[in-house]
């Protein structure tokens, strides 16, 4: 059900015209109220694409009444007129909506980087869109968002009189802070924006924040929580994050399903670190490491790959005290051979590697892909 | 000439059948003096191979009469009795050759990593090698030291009275720090080991330390300079630290050139940075950015993705002052649409990418390859 399962929100997808395929690739998710409140996070990267500089703004008071979404262009440096796109979007939206100021209307774009909208096509669909809004536009409008994906992500909590609904895309350039991802998640629940940036962000740092497909960092990555407050209902903080961190964690593993090229799904769990920044730390160097990637896609239990990677990192360990284990049979003990790695089947669509750094209690999981012919076909002729 | 090139050294190759395959695995080389001064620089990975640990230690002294160098078998992740195999393997150099000492004997070994080496063939193929010494053995031996090397490398510098010559292997698991290299380098000048090592350290900064192929870093690298004196000539510091650096130049460049699967050699070539730090590190974030490593395969010119790349970097710079250039062409200026792309041709092996940061006047320069399907079929591979 998407960012329609809350009540108070409208949605659609349509295809404006910006993909050259005809594919639907815009779509308008509106907040019908009462409340507006509403918290977003961004990329870290220091090159922002304009929309994800002109939502940050937007953001910046805690209320957005509607987001409107494209792909077919992630318009990232493109300059001072590309922010001007931006803003000329929003308001388009306003416009065409009654009750709307284009200071409360977040964009968001992903495609290739490095190329204008086509602004004439992109206003026109705004209105199109405007036009097709429905309580059950949801699921149009996640279509609306996939770039590579080969389907579209959607998820939904429901607590006891209120909702929590969401939608992404990401494919490829998933990397922390965040993967390359739109994310808008909705709820009816009746919070202030406070509410929703503290969950928010507690919710991202543990499930978009730990998806590296691919090590490469997006400049247009952006999640939204909306809250209309239509439910009449004020859930408890706690009960809240939770929904927000499980609609995140569901959204999440769906990008690393739906990764452009993969084959597998790779869980790395690390324990025994010393704190949780070792332990993210060691995650994702072994999440990066090419021929790890390589070698898991060969369904080859490399463990010695492993250790050199868990090597690159300023972590407490011991590397005489080191256990890797490859779907629970643990081929490296005390930094050397272990149990035999004939023993490990790696056939599956999941793998999971667990690092023991034997340093401490602290454990962390990180989610990543393997690296393959496919993907490299994919990512080599993505522009031409 | 490889490492015989200089007067004073004997080198042997031979099969000693640590491969499977039957080819030769096992090199000899014997600095017969008059001076045995030598330096070394090691891998910075934490998790280091039994024989870096080993040749470490004999390096502290400043003195090497001898290298024995493996292939099929990296000796790393072994624990203790791959440590004692190591210190085997030089026992036995010390044994076959007369006047020699075991805590004088280096060991390099490189191969997969997690698996012990078949002593008993690898200790019989050192008497083998201690047979076949010559002065001539410096190609044998280069060819000895190959892994997934299509050819064997070799450099010569000849100074006036004095010649510096090495050998090197490596196609894979190379990134600073070095890339997963064995390299020896013999010179007959007359120089002490801390010349030798100032020497060394200040070459392999700027060459090795600026291979970038795959973004992961050995456990095993190792790189050596062995001076015999044999020449009696004393060259001024600058004239041979120049000559060392140009050595290891040529050599590293041949590591480019044969990585893995490439079919492009990437010259990133940073400019206007603040400060070398800040250039090293930008060059090195889109020396290891996979999905820019595709598109340059692909024989797009996709800017983008560098500016991605240097976004996820600490360096000083304004997103809106960065300029990128493919093969001379400005498709990048001021973080937007530059010249038009169509204007680059990457149809060459080598592609050169600027970056401008402009934010100072500090340059680097780092070379990478491209990511192809082959290399992922080559390291899905491996170990199977």
Known sequence: MSVTAAQGFSAAGVAAGIKSNG??????????????????????????????????????????????????GANACTGPEGLKDTRATAEKVAEVLDGHSADQVAVASTGLIGIRLPMDRLLTGVGKAAAELSADGGERAAVAIKTTDSV???????????????????????????ATMLVVLTTDADLGSESLDRALRAATR??????????CMSTNDTVLLLASGASETAPEYGEFAEAVRSVCDDLARQLIGD????????????????????????????????????????????WGRVLAAIGTTQAEFDPDRLNVAFNGVWVCKDGAIGE????????????????DLAAGTEPATVWANDLTAEYVHENSAYAS
Chains 1, 2 share one sequence.
């Open 259 to 302: 990764a452009e090229g993969s084959s597998k799904e790779i869980r790395i769990d690390v324990v025994g670190a010393a704190s949780e920044d070792d332990a993210v730390e060691v995650a994702r160097a072994i999440a990066r490491n090419n021929l790890l990637k390589c070698a898991i896609h060969g369904e080859d239990p490399n």
């Open 23 to 72: 594919n639907p690739d815009l779509a308008l998710v509106v907040n019908n109220g009462p409340s507006r409140a509403a918290a977003g996070v961004f990329t870290s990267n220091r090159v922002q694409a304009a929309p994800v500089v002109w939502s940050n703004r937007v953001l910046a008071d805690g209320v957005v009444s509607a987001v409107v979404l494209n792909s077919g």
């Open 152 to 178: 579209h992500k959607t998820a939904v909590y429901e607590g006891a009189g209120w909702t929590v609904g969401g939608m992404a895309k990401g494919a490829g350039m998933l990397a922390p802070g965040l």
């Open 340 to 355: 035999d790695r004939d023993g490990v089947d790696l056939r599956g669509r999941e793998v999971v590697i667990t690092a």
């Open 206 to 215: 543990t499930t978009f924040d730990r998806v590296d497909s691919d090590g």
